[in-house]
């Protein structure tokens, strides 16, 4: 047993695609908690939590391979014993309750401080559920509305990442923009703008914006 783990320290596992930011946060965490192991995409987070099984999982939203919800469907199996709280760029309503409907605990955005992820990470590690303020408002409309929603063929036909490029353009952004947000290339940002116009038959970003608006994505 490591001397970690004898002082009972909570074990976490990192999720996300961008190896710098898992970095800083190892670097902002590491010495209050015992992160046991790291994951960029969907197949390496699977394998990782199912050998480790953490106490918690700090899970991005956005990954390779289908996306933090993706990760908590093939890991449903363990969920009783490793709680999940999202940690994402993202603070669109339609991520926070797609993560939570999964069995995710908590939901808090890439803007927390270091300290406040500490106590986070304690919490959902002792069964409580933990969202940044304004996002706990969505989760709890979603689960207090009597009727579901109509699935959305259209929109379940983009990857979350397209998602998230198409809320960023009916916001308004530029490609620059996007690009500096997300932190991927001006190029990948134009693939994933024409993916998105092709999949959702859409001519320009005056027609996507009202479409994104339409369904208030925006």
Known sequence: MSEAASEGRVRVVLVDDHRMFRTGVRAEIGEAVDVVGEAEDVASAVAVVHEQLPDVVLLD?????????????????????????????????????????????????????????????????????????????????????????????????????????????????AYKEIARRLVISVKTVETHVSAVLRKLQLSNRHELTRWATDRRLV
């Not at 797609?98 to 927390?112: L, N, P, Q």
């Not at 069964?127 to 063929?153: K, M, N, Q, W, Y």
């Open 61 to 173: 939203v956005h990954l390779p391979g289908g996306g933090g919800v993706e990760v908590l469907k093939q890991c449903a199996d363990v969920q009783a014993r490793v709680r999940f709280l999202a940690l994402s760029v993202s603070d669109a309503a339609d991520d926070v309750i797609g993560v939570i409907r999964g069995g995710a605990r908590g939901y808090v955005t890439k803007s927390i401080t270091g300290d406040e992820l500490v106590r986070a990470v304690g919490r959902v590690a002792e069964g409580d559920a933990v969202f940044s303020p304004r996002l706990a408002g969505f989760v709890l409309d979603a689960f207090a509305a009597t009727d579901v929603p109509p699935i959305d063929e259209d929109l379940d036909r983009l990857t979350q990442r397209e998602r998230e490029v198409l809320r960023l353009i009916a916001r308004g952004y």
